[in-house]
């Protein structure tokens, strides 16, 4: 389905990212990744603007063209007690306006039925306490998906996945954190991954603008003090 395809992700060397990178791999895509830890990838900051160009740039001297472009890169992720007014700007920077950027430098180069992907986060309806500046960039980026589905009708589709809890290291969780959640477990990157090929795919023709969550189902669960042996402790 993506034989020759040519797929970008930033963030891809790890969590998230790595799966949703290594599951185009076995599809034959060719896949472009910057993140900021070393490996066999691009190795660059994406809250710098140079950089993004510069890598930008590398995409498309070597292959002419964009088929995917995932957002998946995480900003940070502090309180409005201890970040400060650069964190949050820094924040941002990685979490929105990187994503805003690279669908702008690659918009001459997306093929006919390509797709963006942002990484969202159930975050961006929810929230906890000191979590300002990571729910802002992902509330940032939820909303930049219908903006940029709309500006880009007929071009490229525009979709965005919210994460709820997702763990990287596919621990199997017993007992109350596997049992709040509806679907009775805590959920694994595969669970991203699949949804993030199936939206990037022509089964997803006519998606776009939406925000999918994928959280087991926790947004949904309403909870009084009480119930099913939920208690507040202020």
């Not at 924040?91 to 950027?101: E, K, M």
């Not at 918009?107 to 969202?120: D, E, K, Q, R, V």
């Not at 906890?128 to 992902?138: D, H, I, L, R």
Request: net charge negative; glycine share 12%; hydrophobic share 40%.
């Amino acid at each position: 389905m993506f034989h020759d395809k040519v797929v970008v992700i930033t963030g891809g060397a790890g969590g998230i990212g790595r799966c949703i990178a290594q599951e185009f791999e076995k599809e034959g895509a060719h896949v472009c990744v910057i993140d900021c830890a070393e490996g066999p990838h691009y190795v660059g900051d994406i809250g710098d603007k140079a950089t993004l160009e510069d890598f930008a740039g590398q995409v498309i001297r070597r292959y002419g063209r964009v088929d995917v472009l995932v957002n998946n890169a995480p900003p940070l992720f502090l309180g409005i007690d201890e970040c400060t007014y650069e964190q949050f700007q820094r924040s941002l920077s990685i979490g929105v306006t990187a994503a805003f950027y690279l669908a702008k430098l690659f918009a001459p180069y997306f093929t006919p039925g390509s797709s963006i992907l942002n990484i969202s986060s159930s975050r961006d309806r929810m929230s906890q306490p000191q979590t300002e500046s990571y729910t802002a960039a992902k509330g940032g980026i939820a909303a930049l998906t219908h903006a940029l589905a709309v500006s880009f009708a007929g071009r490229v589709r525009v979709n965005s996945i919210s994460p709820g809890w997702i763990d990287t290291a596919y621990t199997v969780y017993q007992g109350p954190d596997a049992v709040q959640q509806p679907a009775g477990r805590v959920g694994n990157p595969m669970d991203i991954a699949n949804m993030a090929l199936f939206l990037a795919s022509d089964k997803a023709g006519f998606l776009t603008g939406e925000n999918i969550c994928i959280d087991g189902g926790q947004t949904r669960l309403m909870i009084y003090h009480g119930d099913h042996g939920w208690s507040l402790n202020p």
